[in-house]
């Protein structure tokens, strides 16, 4: 299975991701984990795309691509991954498809996780974190027993900036002007399947199974 999946911040990319690699046996690949590794190894390619995240720029289309060329050829993607955070740009989307069909590939779907901006802030700006040992807590839906302070450590919590409301206005409208015309690339080739990121984790993620495997079955009778 080689899929992506989009969605917007706080829409729940990375849990869904993560349990969908475990479901198809393929490795979860995030941009986030690549642009880290290629870092911390210091090559050339992660010592470029430091300079851009070190200056709070996003890392440039050609590099993102690169990167995520290196990790999709490496062997434990040799029958499929579910790729988180990219592509962000068409660019991005057309480098991957140049990747995969130069090895007779093609990819599976497109997933977009369908979120309403209000959720979106009720998700984002309920986000706790531990000072000390990074737990996350959420003031709904996972709140510390003891308000404003780690269940685990006993230090106090903060909200990230990342999760402030000024901050998540300023997310959406760089996601949107990225990442609509990303959907439109792939409805275009009529891989885009849009699931409603709104329900439970669990809701979430059996309707994405159903949704593939309807996908798979159709795709079947048209062979």
Known sequence: MRLVVLGAPGAGKGTQASQLAEYYHCPHVSTGEIFRRAIKNQTELGKEADRHISHGRLVPDTITIELVKQRIEE?????????????????????????????????????????????IFRRLGNRRVCSKCGATYHLDSLPPKQPGICDRCGSPLYQRDDDREDTIKERLVVYHHETEPVLRYYREQKTLLVINGEGDITKVYEAIINSLETRSLRANDCH
């Open 75 to 119: 062997p434990d993607c040799q029958f499929g991954f579910i790729l988180d955070g990219y592509p962000r740009t068409v660019k991005q989307a057309e480098g991957l498809d140049k990747i995969l069909k130069s090895k007779g590939l093609a990819l599976d779907a497109a997933l977009h996780l369908e979120l309403g901006e209000q959720e």
